[in-house]
C-alpha cells in the first residue's frame, strides 16, 4: 500500500536528522551510501554498549535512514506497507525489505550476533531488489 506523502515526509525528516546529528557529532560527511550506512552502523553499536535503553528509542529514526539509504540505491524502489500495516521498502520486482526490523534486532543482538545494518543493506540492494536472493544464500553457505 502506498504511503500518503505527509508520512513520506516525516520518514525523509527522521532520516535527514540521523544524517544531521551524526555528521554534526562527528565531522564527517554523510549520505544515504555505503559508507555512510557503515558509520551508522558503528554508532549503533556504540549506542547498545553506553546506554542500551536509548539505544532502543533510535528504531524510528535509523529505521528511516536506512529504508531511504536502499531506496537511494535501487531505482524504482520506494515506501509502502506490508499487509499488516509494517513499513516496507518495495522493490520493482515486488520483493521488500523491512528496515525498522533489522535495525531493532542489531540494537537488541549487535553485530556479535550477526546482526548487521550494512550487511542487510548490501543484501538489500544487490539481491533482493535484484531478485537474486537465492544466490546471496548460496554465496554464504561453502
Known amino acids: 500500500m502506498a504511503l500518503s506523502e505527509e508520512r513520506l515526509e516525516v520518514i525523509r525528516a527522521n532520516a535527514e536528522l540521523v544524517i544531521r546529528e551524526l555528521a554534526h557529532a562527528s565531522g564527517r560527511t554523510l549520505g544515504f551510501d555505503g559508507d555512510s550506512v ?10 547498545r ?14 529505521g528511516c535512514y ?6 537511494e540505491a535501487v ?7 506490508d499487509e499488516n500495516g509494517a513499513l ?11 528496515p525498522f526490523h533489522k535495525v531493532e534486532k542489531q ?17 538489500s540492494i544487490n539481491y533482493v531488489a535484484a531478485g537474486k536472493l ?3 544464500a548460496s554465496e554464504e553457505t561453502p
Open 107 to 123: 540494537i537488541a543482538e549487535g553485530l556479535e550476533a550477526g546482526e548487521s545494518i550494512l550487511s542487510f543493506y548490501n543484501v
Open 49 to 62: 554498549a553506553q546506554v542500551p535503553e536509548t539505544a532502543r528509542g533510535l528504531v524510528g529514526v535509523i
Open 66 to 71: 536506512l529504508g531511504e539509504a536502499i531506496i
Open 134 to 136: 537465492g544466490e546471496a
Open 88 to 98: 516496507i521498502v518495495l522493490f520493482a520486482n515486488s520483493d521488500a525489505v523491512y
Open 75 to 81: 531505482p524504482g524502489a520506494d515506501w509502502s506497507e
Open 38 to 47: 557503515a558509520y551508522v552502523e558503528e554508532f549503533i553499536e556504540r549506542q
